[in-house]
């Protein structure tokens, strides 16, 4: 097993190597490594050159390695740090998306093709990245000239025997949106979010800039920020959600007014006559039989912003080991306690945040109030509104804290907003 290691983004002012010999080794391979002693592969770290060894340079958490040196190698296998670069937290349910290892190839345009994994025989060129991307940290290698075969534990480089160039880079780590001259870094900010649409992608970004704007302006820990962004976000949406929420009570006016017509004509006709009798009752309302779709549109504008958040919040890097209250970690479940019993798609840990966002929800519902609905109506829709607070409790229990507390926060401030419109 490839031992787990640290390697940051590479900065400007930062271009030590972040690798020692031993994790370099380890990445190179057996066969390879086998050509390389330690005291080889340390002095190439720092630039220095055999010219019977493979040449290696280190610069940040970019590897270059040329095998010209070596005119019979024509396979190079490398060993991918998994330990790395796939989130090792046992996520269980549908948080398990997050243990994902998905394989990427980024061209000179900044475009990026997800790969389904294995990949065999996939010939690369200039400019053109290929590997594997995990939940926050990303492995590439660049071999102009040379086709690929990728899988979860391996990139496998084959060169033509006629093939002089085996000119190899390799990169560990973050995907950043620096600007650094000399380099593919900024390339690499096209991997964010890219397994998303393009422009709900670009949503995630701007929602992150807002997270990053609102941390650094206040100075305050994450746990406030993503406070601080819920509450940002409903204001932004406040007339969206102010406009769906006024047609959603027309919506329950009209019905209050239709439904006993309905139900005398169910009650007295059937077939033709009877649907007859139905558009004439909607019609004398002025409305068509899809009248009740009219707060559609505000919930359409606000759900992409919901699922970019989201995204956001259990992707972004800055949110690994920040600490909230008890919350040990934002970027886990906030699991205050090991259970004898593993509970299916929920596992072994007793999460409190989960509760508390269920207790919020139940206290929104009984808040709850729809003025222009029937008794009848009115429980039906307290009673949808409590199996939607189970749904997302037993959905949201094993995902990371920061999305939880978001949506804890998003409850109380709906709760908030219902009894100023009372």
């Known amino acids: 097993m490839l031992l787990a290691f640290v390697s940051q983004p590479l900065h400007a002012a930062d271009k030590t190597c972040h690798y020692n010999a031993t994790e370099l080794k380890q990445i190179l391979g057996t066969e390879l490594s086998a050509m390389l002693t330690d005291s080889a592969v340390e002095a190439n770290i720092g630039g220095a050159r055999n010219s019977d060894q493979p040449a290696l340079h280190c610069d940040g958490d970019f590897i270059s390695i040329d095998l010209s040196p070596l005119p019979d190698l024509t396979t190079l296998r490398l060993n991918i740090p998994t330990a790395n670069v796939q989130e090792q937290y046992p996520f269980v349910g549908l948080a398990s998306y997050y243990q994902r290892l998905q394989g990427v190839n980024l061209n000179s345009e900044q475009t990026v093709t997800p790969l389904a994994l294995p990949t065999d025989d996939m010939p690369m060129i200039a400019n053109e990245w290929t590997g594997v991307q ?162 559609l549109p505000g919930t359409l504008i606000q759900l992409p912003v919901l699922v970019a958040t989201f995204n956001v919040l259990g992707e972004m890097p800055q949110l690994y080991a920040a600490e909230f209250l008890w919350i040990n970690n934002l970027a886990y479940p906030d699991a205050v306690a090991l ?84």
């Open 339 to 422: 259970l004898p019993f593993t509970v299916p798609a929920m596992g072994d840990g007793l999460n409190l945040l989960p509760f508390i966002m269920f207790l919020v929800s139940v206290l929104a519902t009984l808040a709850f109030s729809a003025p222009h609905s029937s008794a009848a109506d009115t429980r039906r829709q307290k009673r949808n509104l409590y199996l939607m607070s189970a749904a997302f409790f037993f959905l949201f229990y094993p995902f990371p804290a920061a999305m939880v507390l978001y949506w804890t926060v998003n409850n109380l401030l709906q709760l908030i907003q219902q009894r100023l419109l009372r």
């Open 134 to 295: 995990g939940r926050y940290e990303v492995f590439l290698v660049a071999a102009p000239t040379a086709t690929v075969r990728l899988t979860e534990a391996h990139i496998e480089l084959r060169w033509r025997s006629e093939t002089l160039a085996r000119q190899v880079r390799i990169f560990l780590g973050k995907p950043s949106d620096e600007t650094l001259a000399g380099t593919q870094q900024q390339a690499f900010s096209s991997l964010r979010y890219a397994h998303l649409w393009g422009w709900l992608a670009g949503l995630c970004l701007a929602i992150e800039k807002l997270m990053l704007l609102l941390h650094g302006a206040i100075s305050v820990g994450w746990g406030i920020t993503i406070i601080l962004l819920a509450v940002t976000l409903k204001l932004l949406l406040l007339p969206v959600s102010l406009l769906t929420a006024k047609a959603q009570a027309n919506v329950n006016r009209l019905q209050a007014q239709l439904q006993p017509k309905l139900n005398a004509i169910k009650a007295n006709y059937d077939g033709e006559d009877a649907h007859q009798r139905s558009m004439a009752a909607y019609k004398s309302l002025g409305v068509s039989p899809f009248f009740a779709l009219r707060p």
